[in-house]
């Protein structure tokens, strides 16, 4: 029997998730405990009740710690009330976990914890796939840049020409018509080649802040927000290309720019290194330089979220679809990883980072 205050507690949570929120959280395929602020479970979806074998009335009201059992970096994580932690490749509940996140909601008064059995390297197979089908586009980028490039120059430039001289209106008009279909090819040969590979000697070791600060510039500039930032000024450096590492980064918050509502947007950035992932040096959580991208959007559907970072996927009007398929092939060419967790109000994207031997 539940004490009066244990149900007091329980109550916010079902009054305050709207019927749609609650529906989302049950058809994941992730197990989701909410938790209060004493780490008392308030919430279970469909698939955390199968996951520890427990209806929701045997879950609500029970400490998150001890459902845990004695995974040590689960311990570690359900500590942390400020920040989004992930731990990977652990047992809970005598079962194999590939990913075990806490995610704070501050403002709402409580934690979700979410479980992934699904096997990693899944996504790295994907990427793997998308890397094999990519290389006939490099090669055919190379191709177009040498072969399409030179003559279409000319053609821009008899075009602007032609615009010049004393031509009737629409032939002036025919003659702008060719130069603007002439950039439009020249952009679309930029954007393939976009997914050739940087050379590795512009590799370097660099500090993730750095290229954090031109981004955030950028992005309040450019699309007109404000970007909360919370950073680890500790953290180690990377090992990468800077130009990419940024376009990644700016794309990934030009997604989050572009996901905000109307009224009361929020983007936050924050860094920090992942402890639970740096204790596990064998396996591949060994990504401990972690940057979130969150914003307060309307979320990512459950069927989109699995085809998120491929080529050609997009919702919106006048979307092309590549630019989070470009952020994946550039954290993964820089041997690392970049997971999203969503609901209604609230999307993170976590880039995960080897830290720099090469300091």
Same mark, same amino acid.
């Given at each position: 029997m539940r004490s009066l205050k244990e149900q007091q507690k329980i109550v916010p949570l079902k009054r305050t998730a709207a019927p749609d929120v609650k529906a989302m959280l049950h058809a994941l395929p992730d197990a989701v405990l909410?938790? *209060?602020? #004493?780490?008392?479970?308030?919430?279970?979806? *469909? %698939?955390?009740?199968?996951?520890?074998?427990?209806? #929701? +009335?045997?879950?609500?009201? /029970? $400490?998150?710690?001890?459902?845990?059992? *004695?995974?040590?970096?689960?311990?570690?994580?359900?500590n942390n009330k400020l920040q989004t932690v992930t731990a990977h490749d652990i047992v809970v509940c005598g079962k194999p976990v590939s990913s075990l996140s806490i995610v704070p909601m501050v403002e709402e008064g409580f934690s979700l914890l979410v479980l992934r059995q699904e096997p990693l390297p899944v996504k790295s197979e994907w990427v793997a796939r998308v890397k094999r089908t990519l290389k006939p586009a490099q090669h055919l980028a190379r191709m177009l840049a040498h072969e399409i490039k030179n003559p279409l120059s000319g053609i821009r430039g008899a075009a602007q020409l032609l615009a010049k001289s004393d031509l009737s209106p629409d032939d002036h008009e025919l003659a702008t018509l060719i130069d603007n279909e002439a950039q439009r090819i020249f952009r679309l040969i930029d954007k393939v080649n976009i997914f050739d590979?940087? $050379? !590795?000697?512009? @590799?370097?070791?660099?500090?993730?802040?750095? %290229?954090?600060?031109?981004?955030?510039?950028?992005? #309040?500039?450019?699309?007109?927000? +404000?970007?909360?930032?919370? @950073?680890?000024?500790?953290?180690? #450096?990377? @090992?990468? !290309? $800077? *130009?990419?590492?940024?376009? %990644?980064?700016?794309?990934?918050? /030009?997604n989050a720019a572009e996901a905000l509502p109307s009224q009361g947007g929020r983007i936050i950035i924050r860094t920090y290194y992942d402890t639970a992932a740096a204790m596990h040096p064998e396996s591949r959580a060994k990504l401990p330089v972690c940057i979130d991208v969150e914003d307060n959007g309307s979320g990512i559907g459950t069927e989109m979220q699995r085809r998120l970072f491929e080529p050609y996927n997009t919702t919106k009007p006048q979307g092309e679809g590549l630019g989070l398929s470009i952020v994946s092939k550039i954290i993964d060419d820089h041997g690392g990883a970049v997971d999203v967790t969503s609901i209604p109000g609230r999307t993170v994207f976590k880039i995960s980072f080897p830290r720099s031997d090469k300091s």
């Open positions: 909410a938790l *209060d602020a #004493e780490g008392r479970v308030i919430f279970s979806n *469909d %698939a955390a009740q199968a996951f520890f074998g427990l209806g #929701e +009335k045997g879950l609500v009201g /029970k $400490p998150a710690a001890g459902l845990m059992g *004695d995974a040590t970096p689960a311990q570690d994580i359900l590979d940087a $050379p !590795h000697h512009q @590799y370097r070791a660099l500090n993730i802040h750095e %290229a954090l600060a031109q981004v955030v510039r950028l992005a #309040e500039s450019g699309f007109g927000v +404000k970007i909360a930032e919370q @950073y680890d000024p500790s953290l180690p #450096e990377i @090992y990468g !290309h $800077p *130009d990419r590492i940024m376009q %990644a980064l700016l794309n990934i918050v /030009k």
